[in-house]
């Protein structure tokens, strides 16, 4: 499975972004799905994560209430509407599919990756 993240930029505080992955080459569908963030100097850290059929999700606290996870396996893709974006949320997003079809905090229970992509928050 091949992921790429879309849909990143500058965004001012208390602004919203959708991110989107999207996967290719194979479907992921069958596959959890997660989102993870890295800022400069800090390590990579959970976001959300999703199922395979989207019924269940869970969040980090920092973004509980503020940003959802979904996903659309017609067309092998999974979202990450954003709002009321804070400055400490700024960092590189990446998506990445767990080998299970149940989703995890743990960055090493994912096997594919996308390639990132920046969200700036300004305040």
């Known amino acids: 499975v091949q992921l790429q993240a879309s849909g990143g930029g500058l965004v001012q505080a208390g602004g919203s972004l959708r991110l989107s992955c999207a996967a290719s080459k194979r479907t992921f569908s069958n596959n959890a799905v997660g989102w993870f963030r890295q800022a400069p100097g800090k390590e990579r850290e959970f976001v959300a994560h999703?199922?395979?059929?989207?019924?269940?999700?869970s969040y980090a606290d920092s973004v509980r209430g503020r940003f959802t996870i979904s996903r659309d396996n017609a067309k092998n893709a999974v979202y990450l509407q954003m709002n009321s974006l804070k400055p400490e949320d700024t960092a590189v997003y990446y998506c990445?599919?767990?080998?299970?079809?149940?989703?995890?905090?743990?960055?090493?229970?994912?096997?594919?990756w996308g390639q990132g992509t920046q969200v700036t928050v300004s305040s």
């Open positions: 990445a599919a767990a080998l299970s079809s149940y989703g995890s905090q743990s960055t090493s229970q994912y096997r594919y």
């Open positions: 999703i199922s395979w059929r989207g019924g269940s999700t």
